[in-house]
Structures are given as structure tokens and as C-alpha cells.
């Protein structure tokens, strides 16, 4: 975990599009000698900057953002284990068990500093040990009674980005790196395809292979081939494989799309 056995302080940024939400957490971690605000973010683009940029142990990580949400911050997270996530979130049935279904802490707002020392004595208690939530099944939770983001964030080497759903055709995996293929444009992403998979509508994006999920929006037509296997024909004439594992979930999903 960084280095927070060296330090003994718990390298914090706040995340959440409210100055005054950022000043009152701010404001109560004054009193905590061993938790260090190190930065702080109005937006997702930002907080994944301060990501890269500084040494982070925790993150309050507010759901309710405009345009981009926590939910798309925390997709991205995949590959910082040792980074502990305090979800923030305003009055959300469904946000609420997603977190206790994947005993994750959440604060609810409006919360007090009573609140928030509980959490941070929960934070305390588990100092030496990697947090053990699985991020693309709590976004899966999450994502399954809320409406689906219309924009997603992708870290690449070149910086973040931030494309259109509509405009993704499909996505290919390589173990912890993914290729975003958009109509005009690819991303080369470390996050992985089942993260990522979890934030898109499940009636939309289909899995047609281990490595591929595919907008059915794009696709232009299917070719059997021998053995069960098919063969996908995107409307940018992108050929991709449909194995016999996801033949019938893709069939099933494709008859029912409002899109053909």
C-alpha cells in the first residue's frame, strides 16, 4: 500500500462536484493526524489525474456527478488494489445495497463528523490488508437498477478519455488492457473487459467472444462458419468472431434489440 507503513498517514483526495461537500470533508479530516488530504477533484476527469499523479491510499468518491459519475471513476480503479474507495452518495436504495452487498463503505449524505470517524476507524482497523470488493461486480450492482452513463472514461498513455458510449463499436481485451473501438477513433485502456463490460446496458453491448464485446447497434450482419462459429459483420466492415459459447445469449439479445 504505498507507502503508508513508512509514513503512518493515510493519503486522501476528495472527489465530488460541490465545493461546499469538499470544504466540510476537508474540514473534518483537520482532526485526524493520521489522514492526509493530499489533493482534491470537482469531476472524474480530474480525480483519475490525481491518480496518476500523486501517492493515494483513499479516495471519498462522491456517485452523484454530472456527466461523468463516481461509478465511471471507480470502473477505472481496477488496477489500484491497494486503493481504498469511500463511496459518497445522497439518499439511493439501490446505491446503498450495492455497497452493503459488497461490503463496501459508503457515507450517506447528509452525513456528520460522528459518521465519518466510524468510517475512518473502519479504514484503520483494516490499515495492512488490500481491500477485498471486487470493483466490476460492485459497478454491476450498482449499474443494474440505474440508468445506464451515456459517456465513459478511459486512462490511456496518451491521458484520459472521455468518448460516447453510441460511438463505441466493440472492445477487445489483452489481459489488463483493453482496445475501445469508436467509429472515428481507438483507445488502448489498462482496465479490463469485465470492469468495463459492467458499465455498459446489457441489452445493448453483448460478449461474442472471450476477448470481444460488440455494440449491437453496429453490427451489420452474421455469417455462419463451420463448427458453430459465426462470423460478425460491422457496418464499418470490421469482421469479428461469434464463438459458439456466446452464440446464444448474442442471438437471444440481437432478436430482441430495438436497434435492428
Given at each position: 500500500?504505498?507507502?503508508?507503513?513508512?509514513?503512518?498517514k493515510?493519503?486522501?483526495?476528495?472527489?465530488?462536484?460541490?465545493?461546499?461537500a469538499?470544504?466540510?470533508?476537508?474540514?473534518?479530516?483537520?482532526?485526524?493526524?493520521?489522514?492526509?488530504?493530499v489533493?482534491?477533484?470537482?469531476?472524474?476527469?480530474?480525480?483519475?489525474?490525481?491518480?496518476?499523479?500523486?501517492?493515494?491510499?483513499?479516495?471519498?468518491?462522491?456517485?452523484?456527478?454530472?456527466?461523468?459519475?463516481?461509478?465511471?471513476?471507480?470502473?477505472?480503479?481496477?488496477?489500484?488494489?491497494?486503493?481504498?474507495?469511500?463511496?459518497?452518495?445522497?439518499?439511493?436504495?439501490?446505491?446503498?445495497?450495492?455497497?452493503?452487498?459488497?461490503?463496501?463503505?459508503?457515507?450517506?449524505?447528509?452525513?456528520?463528523?460522528?459518521?465519518?470517524?466510524?468510517?475512518?476507524?473502519?479504514?484503520?482497523?483494516?490499515?495492512?490488508?488490500?481491500?477485498?470488493?471486487?470493483?466490476?461486480?460492485?459497478?454491476?450492482?450498482?449499474?443494474?437498477?440505474?440508468v445506464?452513463?451515456e459517456?465513459?472514461?478511459?486512462?490511456?498513455?496518451?491521458?484520459?478519455?472521455?468518448?460516447?458510449?453510441?460511438?463505441?463499436?466493440?472492445?477487445?481485451?489483452?489481459?489488463?488492457?483493453?482496445?475501445?473501438?469508436?467509429?472515428?477513433?481507438a483507445?488502448?485502456?489498462?482496465?479490463?473487459?469485465?470492469?468495463?463490460?459492467?458499465?455498459?446496458?446489457p441489452?445493448?453491448?453483448?460478449?461474442?467472444?472471450?476477448?470481444?464485446?460488440?455494440?449491437?447497434?453496429?453490427?451489420?450482419?452474421?455469417?455462419?462458419?463451420?463448427?458453430?462459429?459465426?462470423?460478425?459483420?460491422?457496418?464499418?466492415?470490421?469482421?469479428?468472431?461469434?464463438?459458439?459459447n456466446?452464440?446464444?445469449?448474442?442471438?437471444?439479445?440481437?432478436?430482441?434489440?430495438?436497434?435492428?
Amino acid at each position: 500500500m504505498s507507502d503508508l507503513v513508512m509514513s503512518d498517514k493515510f493519503k486522501v483526495i476528495i472527489v465530488d462536484d460541490e465545493q461546499p461537500a469538499r470544504e466540510k470533508l476537508a474540514l473534518f479530516l483537520q482532526g485526524e493526524d493520521d489522514f492526509q488530504l493530499v489533493g482534491e477533484a470537482c469531476n472524474g476527469i480530474e480525480a483519475l489525474d490525481l491518480v496518476d499523479r500523486l501517492d493515494v491510499d483513499l479516495i471519498f468518491l462522491d456517485i452523484q456527478m454530472p456527466q461523468l459519475d463516481g461509478m465511471a471513476v471507480a470502473s477505472n480503479l481496477e488496477t489500484h488494489p491497494d486503493i481504498r474507495i469511500i463511496f459518497i452518495t445522497g439518499f439511493n436504495e439501490f446505491a446503498i445495497k450495492a455497497f452493503e452487498l459488497n461490503a463496501v463503505d459508503y457515507l450517506l449524505k447528509p452525513y456528520d463528523k460522528l459518521r465519518l470517524q466510524k468510517t475512518l476507524e473502519r479504514v484503520r482497523e483494516q490499515k495492512l490488508s488490500t481491500p477485498s470488493y471486487s470493483l466490476p461486480r460492485l459497478v454491476e450492482d450498482y449499474r443494474r437498477e440505474q440508468v445506464y452513463p451515456e459517456q465513459l472514461l478511459f486512462k490511456t498513455e496518451s491521458g484520459i478519455q472521455v468518448a460516447k458510449v453510441a460511438d463505441i463499436e466493440w472492445i477487445e481485451s489483452s489481459g489488463n488492457y483493453i482496445k475501445v473501438c469508436l467509429s472515428n477513433n481507438a483507445y488502448i485502456a489498462r482496465q479490463t473487459l469485465t470492469c468495463v463490460q459492467s458499465q455498459l446496458a446489457p441489452d445493448r453491448f453483448v460478449r461474442t467472444h472471450r476477448s470481444f464485446v460488440v455494440n449491437l447497434s453496429h453490427i451489420a450482419r452474421v455469417r455462419p462458419l463451420s463448427k458453430g462459429d459465426q462470423i460478425i459483420f460491422l457496418n464499418s466492415g470490421v469482421e469479428l468472431k461469434l464463438s459458439r459459447n456466446y452464440k446464444e445469449q448474442f442471438f437471444q439479445l440481437f432478436a430482441n434489440s430495438d436497434s435492428r
